[in-house]
């Protein structure tokens, strides 16, 4: 936003983007390379190898994580001094416990190699990682053998583990050896004290500040059970160790996480289709995105991604949300509340805060603590406060809980003043809302695609601020639409005029500035004099998700984006080929985003686009079959799709990252124009069209308030047909051709 508080210097751009936070994290070694398997519970989340160890290097992304801290960089395990030969490694179907086989080499012991077994199995609850080895003797004679633990806990702040380098950090503190236990600790500049408690059971026969170790004897046909539990704690006075051991505190925690897991699963709707491995990719949807839900006061919250952004973003968060609205409206309560209670309420440019701005991302580390990252609450995204007010609005219509928005109301009214404000002195063009940053460590750009070079002329040149975005615009437009309504709910019918007055006048002006007949498309951006990006990019598409667009201008806009130009065949790039900063393997300018797939999947349907909508799911899905374990990842290159090829996978791309995880729930919906009516008690798909792998897909557990509804498609040719298979309650489902 433009405007500053009197004597407060807006900061103008730089030549040369420099290094941003959310820009894409630099990488010795490609996750993709690594492979790497994740598991998440709240605040703490681990990033394995598929052995399920911890390499220990200091520039590997991996580690038992908490609250932005790395509390484990190395865990391995060792027989006999040697590597277990690894036979295969898994995550279970609902993403809780990792599961590695592995067996003896030959080296080391006195059998062939492949007489024993081990079972190795982790999962994460309650700030802890529990470990579970078994180790079989399929032979026929008894086996002694030695299972050693080495381990170690570097304490580093997850942006060291990005390539941040600090001059200072705080004191690792001496460790403490019980017999079945080792604490370590680290006491942090910001005056933290930080723990790792590793525990056994039984109780090794050899310990140490870096080591366990036990010696087995393994009867033929029988097995040996050992046990860790890594505890993660911030604080002082430290906790005592609790009673329970190791082995008990497995079980304990594997029995309640199956519970909660449970318990969520009956909340949502479940989608069954006729294609099985669709159906896996829709499982492993679903399982990411109860792995990213953190509970919060309000409700469930979804992280944004493991490993670089699992914490609040407030942008990811309400898209996510919005993509599973139909889904599990729960969710948006929850990200609509937690987001309600940590807007800015001041003016603060050292992390971008202005009144009304609602949250961009929360860390809780040691250096955004101390202000070396600006990111302890920072508000550097200029679209996540009109994301709130929309978010808010769709979800009254699909849940017609005015209670929410009522109580939010406020809250709402604060983000309408910023968004008032913010168009007042919003540049060269009167009403359009823009960005700037005003700290020199905050994101040069602040939408989402907020690397350094993403915004830019046809030439290449790089726009100067402030930049007034085509998709802000749009999410401005939507989201005084949705306070019209919930004001209209609320009884406040003047309030609602003005609101609807003011988005049909940003309408009529975004479409005489923005749309380039030449194009075909939108523009870009609009640059600090007024100057409009004449370049071809996905943002243009989130004209039709927000219903800015103008009617006349869908069709055109549908074909530029649908062209092979934009269309990879896996899904449309961030930006078009041929233009002059296209790179396919860049992170925003020729990449694919799914969920950028799935909003423009949703403008498409909103204009009657529906078989454009198939398209891109056929797309989607048909990446989603090439890649490990059926999950879309944040996102993967730009290059066209080619019979029997995967898709090209971006390094450093998070995986699971929420709003790629959903994205098949979304255009599922989209496909099938799914909307509710809560004032009738009605579910209503307009005109549904289903790609051509799929001939059957039964939508259960719908809710709208206490009832439930299952409703079943069936495609014949180009038509789909719909029938009630079951019901409870005053709800009723309709269909329009």
């Known amino acids: 936003m433009l405007c500053t508080a009197p004597g407060e210097p807006v900061l103008q751009p730089q030549p040369q983007p420099t290094p941003q936070a959310d820009a894409p994290p630099t990488a010795r070694t490609s996750l993709q390379e690594r492979r790497p398997r994740a598991l998440k519970h709240g605040d703490s989340f681990g ?179 050992v046990f860790l539990s890594v505890e993660v704690e911030e604080g002082n006075p430290a906790r005592a160790l609790p009673e329970a051991g190791a082995d008990r505190a497995f079980h304990a925690a594997l029995r309640t996480s199956r519970r909660a897991l449970r318990r969520m699963a009956s909340r949502a709707a479940r989608i069954e289709t ?22 919060k006061p309000g409700g469930p919250y979804p992280y944004a991604g493991i490993p670089w952004f699992s914490t609040a973003f407030g942008r990811d968060a309400l898209i996510t949300a919005w993509q599973v609205l139909w889904f599990d409206p729960a969710i948006a309560r929850g990200v609509l509340t937690f987001l309600a209670e940590t807007q800015a309420t001041t003016e603060d440019p050292a992390n971008d805060a202005e009144p009304g701005k609602i949250l961009h991302e929360m860390r809780a580390g040691e250096m955004a603590r101390l202000g070396e990252v600006p990111y302890g609450r920072y508000y550097g995204s200029v679209d996540s406060t009109p994301l709130f007010v929309m978010l808010a609005g769709d979800y009254l219509d699909r849940t017609g809980d005015l209670a929410t928005p009522r109580r939010l109301w406020p809250q709402i009214e604060a983000a309408l003043g910023w968004m008032e404000r913010a168009q007042r002195c919003g540049g060269a063009e009167r009403g359009f809302v823009t960005y700037q940053r005003r700290t020199p460590q905050g994101l040069v750009n602040q939408g989402w695609k907020d690397s350094g070079d993403s915004i830019f002329h046809a030439d290449g040149t790089l726009a100067d601020g402030p930049i007034a975005l085509v998709e802000m615009q749009g999410y401005v437009y939507a989201a005084w639409r949705a306070a019209a309504r919930i004001a209209r709910a609320l009884g406040l019918q003047p309030r609602a005029e003005a609101l609807d007055a003011r988005a049909a006048a940003l309408r009529e002006d975004f479409d005489r500035v923005f749309w380039d007949e030449a194009l075909g498309t939108y523009v870009l951006a609009l640059d600090g004099e007024g100057r409009p990006c004449r370049v071809r990019s996905s943002n243009a598409g989130h ?46 300018n020729g990449s694919v985003w799914p969920h950028d797939n799935a909003m423009i999947a949703a403008g498409f349907s909103r204009y009657g686009f529906r078989a454009e909508a198939a398209r891109v799911l056929d797309g989607m899905f048909a990446a989603a079959e090439h890649l490990e374990l059926r999950r879309l990842p944040e996102l993967f290159c730009g290059f066209p799709r080619r019979n029997g090829d995967g898709p090209t996978p971006y390094p450093v791309a998070c995986a699971p990252q929420a709003w790629a995880a959903v994205t098949p729930l979304s255009l599922l919906a989209s496909c099938l124009g799914l909307r509710f009516d809560p004032s009738d008690g009605c579910v209503g798909f307009q005109r549904p069209s289903l790609p051509a792998f799929l001939d059957t897909v039964a939508l259960r557990n719908l809710r709208l308030a206490d009832s439930r509804i299952d409703i079943g498609f069936r495609r014949v040719d180009s038509e789909v047909g719909m029938a009630v298979l079951s019901r409870e309650g005053a709800i009723r489902a309709t269909m329009t051709s």
């Open 543 to 588: 004209a039709l998700f927000s219903g800015i667009a103008k009617p006349e201008r869908a069709a055109r806009l549908v074909r530029t984006l649908m062209d092979p130009a934009s269309f990879s065949g896996w899904g449309i790039r961030t930006l078009a080929a041929g233009e002059a900063r296209y790179n396919p393997m860049s992170y925003h």
């Open 274 to 295: 006729s294609h099985e491995i669709f159906n896996e990719v829709l499982r492993r949807a679903g399982a990411d995105l109860d792995m990213l839900l953190t509970d």
């Open 47 to 225: 990033l394995f190898d598929r052995a399920g160890d911890l390499d220990g290097a200091p520039d590997s992304p991996e580690g038992l994580f908490h609250l932005d801290t790395r509390y484990l960089s190395r865990l391995s395990l060792t027989l006999n001094g040697q590597p277990p030969v690894l036979l295969g490694s898994a995550l279970s179907a609902d993403n809780t416990t990792l599961t590695c086989d592995m067996t003896n080499p030959d080296a080391g012991l006195e059998m062939p190699r492949g007489q024993l077994h081990l079972r190795r199995s982790k999962f994460i609850w309650n700030n802890a990682c529990h470990e579970r080895v078994a180790v079989r003797n399929f032979g026929d004679s008894a086996q002694q053998v030695r299972l050693d633990y080495a381990f170690a806990a570097d304490f580093v702040d997850l942006f060291e583990v990005r390539g941040r380098r600090r001059p200072v950090r705080g004191e690792d503190q001496p460790p403490v050896v019980r017999a079945d236990a080792v604490e370590l600790s680290y006491h942090g500049l910001d005056g933290a004290l930080r723990r790792t408690r590793l525990r056994f059971a039984p109780a090794p026969h050899s310990i140490a500040p870096g080591g366990a170790g036990f010696v087995l004897d393994v009867p033929p046909g029988k097995q040996c059970v």
